[in-house]
């Protein structure tokens, strides 16, 4: 049986990977991306509490608390109040660090970090 040659494939934009949903710390909020979106939902009443829109959703993570989901992409970073959906805070990323592509917040909560696909990581007070 040939061999069939089999076309090189471009991996997509990193925009375009997928992000894995994540629950609240407390377990009672689900977080799950979209393009551009993040629904938040009640994974008891299978319902969605709210859904936050942006420019682009690179990533995501909830505060220890579970209070808030801080979102980054193209717009930056944007901490969401998880209880009402609406946005408590925006940090600004540089553009010459190119878009920021992940977000982590320092188990006391009071400090999230951010990194983009130039590499450089920038520190935020929450």
Sequence with gaps: MPVTELPVVTPPPY???PIPPRY???GRTLAVATTGRVHLLDPFADRTRHTLTTE???GYTFTP???RLLT???DGV???NVATGQVVERF???AHFGPATA???APDGLTAYAGGVAGPVVRWDL
């Design 78 to 80: 944007t901490a969401w």
């Design 24 to 26: 609240s710390p407390c």
């Design 65 to 67: 608390d579970g209070d």
């Design 56 to 58: 682009l959703v690179a």
């Design 15 to 17: 925009r375009w990977r």
């Design 92 to 94: 600004a990323f540089d």
């Design 72 to 74: 980054v992409g193209n």
């Design 103 to 105: 977000v982590a917040v």
